[in-house]
């Protein structure tokens, strides 16, 4: 088998920095957003209704959650529009 069919080997190209440095810096200046977002979230819905701070944790965790579902399928989708590495 030569190494252009080997299939376990990521493919070869180059990097595109400006691509990889607008990734880097979307994925952190939305991800704080969305997870600062998501965690007051889940912090002010269970003490508007005094949950308790047991559930509150709970709350916070389950939005995090869900804001790092967000991010993680936010930044594939970038990544797709902005590929870092071109062949």
Same mark, same amino acid.
């Given at each position: 088998?030569? $190494?252009d069919t080997d299939?376990?080997?990521p493919p070869q190209g180059r990097i595109n920095w400006r691509n990889l440095l607008t990734l880097g810096s979307l994925t952190l200046l939305v991800g704080t957003e969305v997870m600062g977002a998501a965690? $007051?979230?889940g912090w002010a819905i269970a003490g508007l209704l005094e949950?308790?701070?047991t559930i509150e944790y709970a709350f916070m965790a389950i939005f995090g959650?869900?804001?790092l579902w967000?991010?993680?399928t936010?930044?594939?989708s970038a990544h797709r529009v902005e590929?870092?590495?071109t062949r």
């Open positions: 088998m030569s $190494a299939s376990s080997r965690i $007051a979230g949950l308790g701070t959650l869900v804001g967000a991010m993680v936010f930044v594939r590929p870092v590495v």
